[in-house]
């Protein structure tokens, strides 16, 4: 099916895939808060021990992160395709670093076995959202949405 042969949806009414895959990509982010705020094995040993200065920093950047991360996702429901394809790339850089983090993995299994399934659902959830972000009727809504945008700064 070619995107001619697509039903015409106007710019702003996004597909029910791009919907669906930016809930699965909120509830992924949430399910990594959780595990990030029960999960203290990914923290350094010098940081464990640290003065309170030392947490408000290293929390102030895990906000950041998380910011950073939520905003992604909220550009992606926005229709913008910058952050999916950013998205895409974070999610491919972890999925090659796994092998790093086996150890870590595998302790946080260690630690509760709760957890480590927590770990493994999130990235299961984050791989079926980019599938869906990049389906044909996405990826068509994502190319409709650049060029209204594109003609409605031309029209500026």
């Known amino acids: 099916m070619n995107v001619s042969s697509m039903p015409h949806r106007e710019p702003g009414a996004r597909p029910a895939s791009v919907g669906t895959a930016v809930k699965l990509l909120y509830a992924a ?16 040993e010098k940081i464990a021990g640290a003065r309170w200065p030392e947490w408000v920093l290293f929390g102030a950047i895990g906000l950041i992160v998380f ?9 992606i429901g926005g229709g913008k395709n910058w952050a999916r394809i950013i998205y895409l790339v974070l999610y491919i850089l972890m999925i090659l670093s796994l092998p790093l983090s086996i150890k870590r993995f595998l302790q946080s299994v260690s630690n509760g076995p709760a957890l480590g399934i927590l770990n493994l659902v999130q990235v299961v959830i984050q791989g079926i959202a980019l599938w869906l972000v990049f389906q044909r009727d996405s990826s068509a809504w994502f190319k409709t949405m650049k060029q209204a945008r594109a003609d409605l700064s031309m029209h500026r």
């Open 67 to 75: 910011g950073l991360v939520f905003l992604l996702i909220y550009m």
């Open 29 to 44: 982010l949430g399910l990594s808060i959780i595990s990030s705020l029960i999960d203290r094995s990914w923290i350094p």
